[in-house]
């Protein structure tokens, strides 16, 4: 059985991803990253109850200079962060955008990939926001493992088996899976409480409800 890590905020994506893979593969550590993001205390707390749950180690990665180059709504808490319109995708992008996150993710996991002898990066895209998004898209995922076989002497191969996937498939997945609901973080803000508004919050609210699932927050 392969063994991987895997990128976890301890979203719904991410989470469900996760889980997915521990059925065909041996999940031994789990990456949250802290790049300055409003929500950086909820994903951790979030993705390390996951870890508890699922005995899968467990590693914060701070990367605050990530925050000081960005004018991101995710990481300025001055900014106001966009009420998700679905009719306004690219704007609502644009105002989260944080300057080759993703990439910069990948870069750390593949770094641990090599370094521990992990064949696999588990990472949590689906279909929907990969058309606003395109470091979540099926063109990323090729280009990072092309970038691999040249960066790396390993080879490790980043995957997402919620790719293909809609949100509604996503939340259909997680009931599936036994995945506690309650457990995740996919709000852009960090507060009390999910803010219902934000982009990562409607997608979520509508998968759920499209799905017939009432969710617990």
């Given at each position: 059985m392969k063994k991987a890590v895997t990128l976890l905020s301890g979203g719904l994506d991410s989470s469900v991803a996760t889980l997915i893979a521990r059925e065909t593969c041996e999940v031994v550590q789990a990456l949250t990253f802290d790049y300055g993001q409003r929500a950086a205390l909820r994903e951790i707390n979030a993705a390390k109850a996951l870890c508890s749950r699922y005995d899968i180690a467990h590693e914060v990665i701070e990367l605050p200079w990530l925050a000081l180059i960005s004018?991101?709504?995710l990481t300025d808490k001055k900014a106001a962060l966009p009420i998700y319109d679905a009719n306004k995708g690219k704007e609502s992008a644009a105002a989260v955008w944080v300057p080759n996150r993703n990439a910069v993710f990948a870069a750390v996991a593949g770094a641990h990939a090599e370094a521990k002898g992990l064949e696999l990066i588990i990472a949590g895209f689906n279909a929907e926001e990969a058309r606003t998004f395109?470091?979540?898209?099926?063109?990323?995922?090729?280009?990072?493992?092309?970038?691999?076989?040249?960066?790396?002497?390993?080879r490790p191969t980043i995957m997402s088996p919620t790719r293909d996937m809609t949100k509604q498939e996503i939340a259909r997945e997680a009931i599936r899976l036994g995945l506690s609901t309650g457990l995740l973080w996919s709000c852009y803000d960090g507060g009390e409480r999910p803010c219902g508004t934000c982009e990562s919050c409607a997608r979520s609210a509508a998968a759920f409800k499209a799905a017939g699932i009432a969710r617990t927050i």
């Open positions: 004018r991101s709504a395109p470091d979540n898209s099926s063109g990323f995922i090729e280009s990072v493992n092309a970038l691999f076989s040249y960066s790396t002497l390993s």
